[in-house]
């Protein structure tokens, strides 16, 4: 008896909930201003219309961020691309550079003026002992550019040394820098003469003036043309200082070189002329 008065209870409950679906659907229908939405419309718009802002918010988020992915990738592109650009246009700077410093050295090459009886042939430095800075360098012209052994070798600012060995494509210069090399010198302005000594180091090293010779620091030192090595009237050096010691027979200077022997990468061989 209680399942059936259920089952018209449930009955009766959709029968309600059908007419009252009919009644709105009817009412909907013969709205006088067919642009209204009606009571379903409005309820349906007004539960949906959250839904779709919302929706529409996620979308315009999405599109933002993959337009900003996309923009983010073009640009690491961009990056790549200029950074290579950099790295070739410094690349080319740099060249650049080097050939104009080159330039400007081959120049103050070019307006060494050889002593009469010999001629400039023109080397670049390809070794040299780094533990020995100032005593040997090597040298890319040999015996086959009539290079031989004790030819002075020197740049546009004076003499750096000589050649002590000879191939047919290098040769090898020792500096005046070096503990082995002395050279007969005189004193430009007072014509004093004197032996320079190398001690291995940066500065030079003149002996054997006599006590009563003038010469001051800043005097400039060039070759005599004795021993047979090197031409009379080479740039040598300049004195820095004079020491005379007291009861010595004789005066002793330390003389800076002329030539820059720290930083040589092109020099001059003199070759006797044919």
């Known amino acids: 008896m209680l399942e059936v008065i259920a089952a018209r209870r449930r009955v009766a409950v959709f029968i309600g909930l059908f007419l009252f679906t009919v009644a709105l ?25 959250p839904v779709q802002a919302g929706m529409a ?56 003026r050889p002593q009469p009886g010999y001629l400039a042939v023109a080397a670049r430095v390809t070794g040299r002992d780094p533990q020995r800075w100032f005593s040997t360098l090597l040298v890319d012209r040999g015996s086959r550019d009539r290079v031989q052994r004790n030819a002075p070798v020197v740049t546009a600012e004076g003499v750096i040394g000589r050649v002590i060995e000879v191939t047919p494509t290098a040769a090898r210069v020792l500096l005046i820098a070096d503990s082995r090399s002395a050279l007969s010198v005189l004193v430009q302005q007072s014509r004093e003469a004197g032996i320079v000594e190398g001690r291995g180091a940066s500065m030079l090293h003149l002996k054997y003036l006599s006590r009563t010779a003038k010469v001051a620091a800043g005097d400039l030192i060039v070759t005599s043309g004795l021993g047979g ?13 004079v020491s005379r010691q007291s009861g ?27």
Not at 26 to 39: F, I, K, N
Not at 229 to 241: A, E, M, N, W
């Open 25 to 49: 659907l009817t009412a909907q229908m013969r709205s006088v201003d067919r642009r209204q939405v009606g009571p379903i419309g409005t309820a349906a718009l007004t539960l949906l219309l």
């Open 229 to 241: 090595v090197f031409p009379r009237g080479l740039i040598v050096g300049r004195i820095l200082s």
């Open 248 to 274: 010595a027979l004789q005066q002793e200077a330390e003389v800076e070189p002329a030539a820059s022997l720290a930083r040589l990468e092109e020099v001059l061989i003199l070759v006797p002329k044919p």
């Open 57 to 112: 918010r996620v979308a315009d988020a999405g599109t933002r961020w993959w337009r900003l992915y996309t923009e983010i990738g073009r640009l690491r592109q961009e990056n790549v691309r200029l950074r290579t650009e950099v790295d070739r246009l410094s690349q080319d700077l740099t060249a650049a550079r080097e050939q104009a410093i080159a330039a400007r050295r081959l120049e103050r090459l070019l307006e060494f």
